[in-house]
């Protein structure tokens, strides 16, 4: 993406829009699509925020693009053979399991091993299951070379799996630290191990009790097929997997969370426009499972501002401000709104407000600075109200 818009990779999102508006007045009508993809992958890297394991979002991003770009370039030489898979696309186990006949017996053992503890979900999903496995004297001491084939297959070809099973043997195997190479021998396995591994959003397997009656195991696919989407960039395969998702389970927290975190980073058409309900339906659901956090409600008053939908962004804003008195861009959106609709009397009451609690709510924000942990967000919120009051006595001259 970044030889295509022609700069150096960056978090600046100016400097993407910058490259993109130069290039996009000359580029060929045939490459235009690839630019605007390009464009569109570059902006969502430049939203990743950085951590320790940031790398592996990104590089997961970078992939997804590549193999974008491939796909398209087979097409249009009319030979789609060379193109890479569809995102999502999924290891044949049969043909895993086929060979598994022709292996050695250490790796024939091993992969048995795993496949127990696999086949009963309730002793998948514990951690000391798979420790027991990585920390019998055979696989210490004899072989755990020579079983490294089987888990790889494993993995591959079960992927209904807790990303700890896979930190467990990256632990043993050091795989993440050759990624590099293993995306030049064995490109699907550093694809999913990335993904397995990438600290965004992570997927909970506590939903699933014994008592339930529905697909958990179709589910659990579909759910992480959403995940992969999002975390490369695919809004269609988001959408896909997600309403196959919710055709079979509706009440997992982890799932809207991935959407709506997914749909908030887009572009306003994809975010307000074609992929609108997908994100609203979301909002709704996060909204009713975290009634006491104003995150979602937050995200549902911008998505009914943008929709033009103004008397219900004012209740999620008004709901919003309950919740968190001290941040002053809240009451500001509500006389915003009002100034769409040419409202100006009733925006006012809301800019005095604000000018009336401004001075009170920063000193009572400053002495929290000296005693809470989460520092970064109440420094985050002083300097959005110092933005907040600027606009507001602009907006009272």
């Given at each position: 993406?970044?030889?295509?818009?022609?700069?150096?990779?960056?978090?600046?999102?100016?400097?993407?829009?910058?490259?993109?508006?130069?290039?996009?007045?000359?580029?060929?009508?045939?490459?235009?699509?690839?630019?605007?993809?390009?464009?569109?992958?570059?902006?969502?890297?430049?939203?990743?925020?950085?951590s320790t394991d940031s790398w592996k979002e990104e590089l997961l991003l970078e992939l997804a693009f590549i193999r974008y770009w491939k796909k398209q370039a087979a097409a249009t030489s009319q030979n789609p053979e060379n193109g890479a898979g569809n995102i999502g696309e999924?290891?044949?186990?049969?043909?895993?399991?086929?060979?598994?006949?022709?292996?050695?017996?250490?790796?024939?053992?091993?992969?048995?091993?795993?496949?127990?503890?696999?086949?009963?979900?309730?002793?998948?999903?514990?951690?000391?299951?798979w420790q027991g496995l990585v920390q019998q004297s055979a696989f210490r001491d004899s072989y755990k070379a020579s079983v490294e084939p089987a888990v790889r297959d494993f993995l591959l070809s079960h992927r209904n799996m807790p990303s700890f099973v896979w930190n467990l043997f990256n632990d043993e195997y050091n795989w993440c630290d050759k990624i590099?190479?293993?995306?030049?021998?064995?490109?699907?396995?550093?694809?999913?191990?990335?993904?397995?591994?990438?600290?965004?959003?992570?997927?909970?397997?506590?939903?699933?009790?014994?008592?339930?009656?529905?697909?958990?195991?179709?589910?659990?696919?579909?759910?992480?097929?959403?995940?992969?989407?999002?975390?490369?960039?695919?809004?269609?395969?988001?959408?896909?997997?997600?309403?196959?998702?919710?055709?079979?389970?509706?009440?997992?927290?982890?799932?809207?969370?991935?959407?709506?975190?997914?749909?908030?980073?887009?572009?306003?058409?994809?975010?307000?426009?074609?992929?609108?309900?997908?994100?609203?339906?979301?909002?709704?659901?996060?909204?009713?499972?975290?009634?006491?956090?104003?995150?979602?409600?937050?995200?549902?008053?911008e998505y009914y501002k943008r929709c033009e939908y103004f008397e219900e962004a004012r209740d999620d804003y008004e709901t919003a401000m309950k919740l968190n008195p001290e941040e002053l861009r809240l009451p500001y959106e509500i006389a915003d709104t009002f100034y769409l609709q040419n409202l100006t009397g009733s925006a006012k009451p809301y800019l005095k407000y604000i000018k009336k609690i401004y001075q009170k709510t920063q000193s009572a924000l400053e002495k929290q600075m000296g005693t809470a942990q989460d520092r970064e967000r109440i420094s985050a919120i002083i300097d959005s109200n110092d933005l907040v009051i600027g606009e507001v006595f602009d907006k009272l001259k």
């Open positions: 993406m970044w030889e295509i818009l022609e700069i150096e990779k960056t978090k600046n999102s100016a400097s993407i829009k910058s490259a993109y508006t130069k290039k996009r007045g000359i580029v060929a009508a045939q490459d235009a699509k690839m630019l605007s993809t390009a464009y569109e992958f570059a902006l969502r890297h430049a939203k990743i925020a950085g999924a290891v044949n186990d049969d043909s895993i399991s086929g060979a598994l006949q022709q292996k050695s017996p250490v790796y024939e053992d091993f992969y048995l091993q795993m496949r127990k503890i696999y086949d009963n979900f309730f002793v998948r999903r514990e951690l000391i299951n590099d190479a293993l995306i030049e021998s064995n490109p699907e396995f550093a694809r999913c191990l990335l993904i397995e591994t990438c600290p965004r959003w992570p997927l909970d397997y506590s939903f699933v009790k014994r008592e339930n009656v529905f697909d958990y195991e179709k589910y659990i696919a579909c759910r992480g097929l959403t995940r992969e989407a999002a975390l490369e960039n695919s809004v269609e395969q988001v959408r896909a997997n997600f309403d196959s998702s919710i055709d079979i389970y509706t009440n997992d927290p982890n799932l809207y969370e991935v959407v709506a975190d997914f749909y908030s980073s887009q572009p306003p058409f994809n975010k307000y426009g074609e992929f609108g309900p997908e994100f609203l339906h979301a909002l709704n659901k996060l909204i009713k499972m975290h009634f006491n956090d104003s995150k979602y409600i937050r995200e549902r008053a």
